[in-house]
């Protein structure tokens, strides 16, 4: 698909890392599939990932996490 950010770039399947903040807290997840625009390294990514992502997000913080760092299995 085409970049909706940059307008110039396609993008292609990649890993990225995805970082969230919510008040004291930060989780960082790493090696998360995205399609990453390869002209501005924008990243998008589809429902079904997000979900998961901000459920493990989610988990972290409700443990009390003020850093997380995970690494993102299927």
């Known amino acids: 698909m085409k970049c ?16 969230l903040e919510r008040e004291n807290s930060l989780v960082v997840i790493k090696k998360v599939p995205a399609e990453v625009c390869d002209n501005c390294g924008e990243y998008y990514l ?14 972290a913080i409700n443990n ?11």
């Open 46 to 59: 589809s429902d079904a990932i997000t979900s998961q992502v901000l459920q493990r997000a989610e988990v």
């Open 64 to 74: 009390g996490a003020e850093v997380e760092i995970i690494r993102y299995v299927a």
């Open 4 to 19: 909706v950010i940059c307008k110039h770039g396609q993008t292609n399947p990649g890993l990225v890392t995805v970082t």
